[in-house]
């Protein structure tokens, strides 16, 4: 019976020693993730317990931890974007306002007709920008809005392309742009949404519009890749890094919500593509694959 008691208090000691590490180990786990939450730190939840459950328990919340940082983060880049973003389409619409404003003004203070029109037609122009930005917000927040795949159906990249180009080549002709055209015969044949393929297409080429300094080439390649390239001297690489950023705009762009690009990359996204932009010795290259 002696030993039988002996085994018995060794069994009760171990367990009590056990179960003191265990609450020894879950307030230091306890006051380790309290504090690293209260701390702007990248520093995990380590222990000095080596049981096994505890260190499970360590590692679980370290991940979540990895998480919280990781929205946490997305959450005040997010923040100061929007700021940018309200400061930006700020900007691009009181200009117009402001000019408008300024016109109205005149017509007040003349009689004469030929000056009255003038000051008529610079509102007009300046309405007109007003509603392309407006229009540019619109679409982009239907876009984001609708998570959901649109209609597909088989689609002959080639012409998409060619008519895309076709319906921009007198805004081209205008800027002084006239393009390279590269489309292979090959028929490039995808499963997606035409209306959001040709508007992948007229984005590009609009940033083409904005960017130029003069020059592009727009090729298609049989595996499905399109590329649209042009010196663009202007940029940096930081700017070339942001370009598909919500909102992004450089100096060189002038009446632009900086949505155009980020529209493409959703769009592209959506369809199951990749689209990039390389800059190398002055040169913009954006490109999709399909």
Not at 126 to 147: A, D, G
Request: glycine residues 4%.
């Amino acid at each position: 019976m002696g030993w039988v008691l002996a085994a018995a208090i060794a069994l009760i000691v171990v367990l009590l020693i056990k179960i003191y590490l265990l609450k020894k180990s879950a307030r230091e786990i306890g006051d380790k993730f309290a504090d690293r939450l209260k701390t702007d730190t990248n520093t995990l939840v380590d222990i000095s317990s080596r049981d096994k459950d505890m260190c499970e328990l360590a590692d679980s919340i370290n991940k979540q931890l990895k998480i919280l940082r990781k929205e946490h983060l997305q959450y005040h880049q997010g923040n100061t974007e929007l700021k940018n973003a309200i400061t930006n389409i700020s900007h691009d619409l009181r200009t117009p306002l402001t000019a408008i404003a300024g016109n109205l003004y005149m017509i007040g203070k003349t009689d004469n007709l030929s000056e009255i029109r003038e000051y008529v037609g610079a509102i007009e122009e300046r309405t007109e920008t007003m509603k392309q930005l407006t229009e540019e917000l619109f679409r982009y927040s239907m876009i984001v809005s609708n998570e959901s795949k649109e209609d597909t159906e088989e689609v002959f990249v080639n012409q998409v392309l060619a008519e895309s180009i076709s319906s921009f080549y007198p805004v081209l002709t205008e800027k002084g742009i006239t393009p390279q055209i590269h489309i292979t015969d090959t028929r490039i044949v995808r499963n997606v949404n035409r209306s959001e393929l040709a508007r992948v297409f007229s984005n590009l080429l609009n940033n083409a519009v904005k960017y130029s300094d003069g020059d592009l080439e727009i090729t298609l390649s049989d595996p499905g890749e399109i590329t649209f390239s042009n010196t663009a001297k202007e940029l940096s690489t930081v700017e070339v890094e942001q370009l598909f950023d919500r909102f992004y705009t450089v100096e060189a762009a002038h009446h632009s919500t900086g949505l155009g690009l980020s529209i493409a990359r959703t769009l592209v996204k959506r369809m199951g593509g990749t689209i990039t932009a390389d800059y190398d010795n002055g040169r913009l290259t954006i490109r999709i694959m399909l």
